[in-house]
């Protein structure tokens, strides 16, 4: 079964650093591309970050940018989000989609960023 | 940037009847347009892409059509299962990806 699955969310003050994963799995994972999608508790989506097969080509929205790294690793078939310098908007659930038509999305994992 | 916008951003709908759901970018997108549809508490399901295909195992009831800057789903005869909301996305010119606001097709 093709499935992705991610893990990492909590609490965070302002100012903390969390790491976010997604564990592939059912498919052959070197071979594609991945996003991070976020949605705000009660809003719409909003596309964090995309890596490619590569990890040649890498890009963030500006909302994120300089305070978010987005990685992966294909001996554990495993995405990675590094998310530092943590703001209460950027308090949302967290998803993990597969490729840039993003046909297979993880469960989610709610990210809280409050004092 | 691109930005979508829906409309309505709320469809009340009697089961069975049709729904239209509008999607229009800001400047042309070609048909690399996407729609999702999204129930309380799940990740998001890929309905449509290509403006106008269906993802594997959505139902025919589903359609896209549009191209440029207007979009359209539609959904034939809604069933208790397509109360949901809905977004449509363009990853024509990106970086970033953009989303519309979502439209909710609610019971009438």
């Known amino acids: 079964e093709v499935q992705l699955v991610e893990s990492g969310g909590g609490l965070v003050q302002p100012g903390g650093s969390l790491r976010l994963s997604c564990a592939a799995s059912g498919f052959t994972f070197s071979g594609y591309s991945f996003n991070w999608v976020r949605q705000a508790p009660g809003r719409g989506l909003e596309w964090v970050s995309y890596?490619?097969?590569?990890?040649?080509?890498?890009y963030y929205a500006d909302s994120v940018k300089g305070r978010f790294t987005i990685s992966r690793d294909s001996a554990d078939n495993s995405l990675y989000l590094q998310m530092n310098s943590l703001r209460d908007e950027d308090t949302a659930v967290y998803y993990c989609?597969?490729?840039?038509?993003?046909?297979?999305w993880g469960q989610g994992t709610l990210v809280t960023v409050s004092s | 940037e691109i930005v979508m916008t829906q409309s309505p951003a709320t469809l009340s709908v009697s089961p069975g009847e049709r729904a239209t759901l509008s999607c229009r970018a800001s400047q042309s997108v070609s048909s690399n347009l996407a729609w999702f549809q999204q129930k309380p508490g799940q990740a998001p399901r890929l309905l449509i892409y290509g403006a106008s295909t269906r993802a594997t195992g959505i139902p025919a009831r589903f359609s896209g059509s549009g191209s440029g800057t207007e979009f359209t789903l539609t959904i034939s005869s809604l069933q208790s299962e397509d109360f949901a909301v809905y977004y449509c996305q363009q990853y024509n010119n990106w970086p970033p990806l953009t989303f519309g606001g979502g439209t909710k097709v609610e019971i009438k």
């Open positions: 989609a597969r490729s840039l038509d993003m046909k297979v």
């Open positions: 890596i490619s097969s590569t990890s040649s080509t890498i």
